[in-house]
Each structure stands twice: as structure tokens, then as C-alpha cells.
């Protein structure tokens, strides 16, 4: 079982809809982080995060240590938000090195 | 300010060709990282560098040199291309480690291997 994983894999949404991507970890963590990979491949760090919830325009993401659970969500969802997900924790104890990714997930948002 | 440079964007090398994957950043980053990405298996760490003259292997060092001179740069270097190493490689930086900062990801570079 992956130590990281993430729910669904694919997500079709319509515009202006809320979006709700799902985070599973089985590790102890120091940090969860919410990345974006646009459809031209670069990469942006959306959130870190290691209580509680953080916010940034539509974005919000949110982070249950107990239940080692996070969520990301997007408001008013737009076509300009399809891109692939990525959540990925650093190991509580770990090298400073070390991130595990989860799969992605990969949203479409339709006009 | 850049943020973190990565070249090429695309190499084309035949199987035992070496060639560095260079990757520059100009914020002061203490932190920095080789991913690869593949199809289906997500990103995967190859070597690291917390500061300047420390590197360390990651999950997936094999064929793979690094080396941390000075602050800014952390070249990758294939020794020996192989077709395994067909991947898109991805450079990233942080202020302090994956736990304590976020991450700056360089655009990527593209490798085939024939």
C-alpha cells in the first residue's frame, strides 16, 4: 500500500463548481504539501501545511493530523484550474530530503 | 529574481553517453533536489543537497552524480545514459528543508534516451 494516496485519480468538473481532492497518508508527518502541475509540465507549491487550514483565493486547504487525512478545495472552479494535483508529506523524524508523492490527481474543468 | 533555472528543456542521448542536467537558483536556498517523474509512478527523488558541499542520495540515486559547490547551482549528471533514465527530471529548492518550506520547482527537462 502506498504510504501516500490520493482521491480520485480523475476528477471532470463543469465550471463554477466546488472541487474536493482527498489526501491519505500512513506516516507520521512534519509537513503535508499541495502541489499544481499545469498541462505544460511546471510545477507550483500550492500549500504547506502542517495544522489546521490555509487559504488562498479559491484554493483552501485543510489538514486533520488525527486522521492523517488532508483536503484541497477549489471554489468556483474554472478551466484555468485543470491541471494534475499533487499531495506529498515529508516524514516526521526523516532526512530533510525526503518527500513522498502521491499519485496526483488530474482535474478537468469544463467551460 | 529567476527562481530556479533548469537546462536544457529537452536532450536527445544515445545509451553510454554522459551529459549534466543543470540546475541555478537565485534565492539564497539552502535546500535543493533532483526529481524524476515518470508515467503512473509520480515523482521520485533522486539526490539532495542541504547546503553547499553536503549532498545525500534520495530513492532513486543509481546512474546519477551530484555535486554542491556553491549555494546556487546543483548540476545532475548522467554517467552512462540508459533507456531506463528516459524521464522528465525536475530541479527543486526550498529555504530550509521539505519541512519547513515549500518548494520552488524549476520548468523541467525533457530526456529521451535511445
Known amino acids: 500500500k502506498n504510504e501516500v494516496e490520493q482521491s480520485p485519480q480523475n476528477l471532470t468538473a463543469q465550471e463554477g463548481e466546488f472541487i474536493t481532492i482527498n489526501c491519505s497518508y500512513s506516516v507520521g508527518i512534519s509537513a503535508l504539501h499541495w502541489l499544481q502541475q499545469h498541462p505544460g509540465g511546471g510545477i507550483v507549491s500550492l500549500f504547506m501545511?502542517?495544522?489546521g487550514k490555509k487559504k488562498h483565493g479559491r484554493l483552501i486547504a485543510t489538514i486533520n493530523i488525527q486522521e492523517k487525512h488532508s483536503s484541497l478545495h477549489i471554489t468556483a472552479s474554472h478551466p484555468r484550474d485543470s491541471a494534475v494535483y499533487i499531495c506529498a508529506v515529508s516524514r516526521y523524524g526523516g532526512s530533510q530530503g525526503n518527500l513522498i508523492f502521491g499519485k496526483g490527481t488530474k482535474l478537468s474543468v469544463k467551460p | 529574481n529567476a527562481g530556479v533555472t533548469q537546462t536544457p528543456k529537452f536532450q536527445v542521448l544515445k545509451t553510454g553517453q554522459s551529459m549534466t542536467l543543470q540546475c541555478a537558483q537565485d534565492m539564497n536556498h539552502e535546500y535543493m533536489s533532483w526529481y524524476r517523474q515518470d508515467p503512473g509512478m509520480g515523482l521520485r527523488l533522486i539526490h539532495y543537497?542541504?547546503?553547499?558541499?553536503?549532498?545525500d542520495q534520495g530513492e532513486v540515486p543509481n546512474g546519477y552524480n551530484v555535486s554542491r559547490s556553491t549555494t546556487e547551482d546543483f548540476p545532475l549528471r548522467l554517467l552512462s545514459a540508459a533507456p531506463s533514465q528516459t524521464s522528465v527530471y525536475f530541479c527543486a529548492s526550498s529555504t530550509r528543508g521539505v519541512g519547513n518550506s515549500p518548494l520552488h520547482f524549476g520548468n523541467g527537462t525533457r530526456l529521451t534516451v535511445t
Open positions: 543537497s542541504v547546503g553547499a558541499g553536503i549532498t
Open positions: 501545511l502542517s495544522s
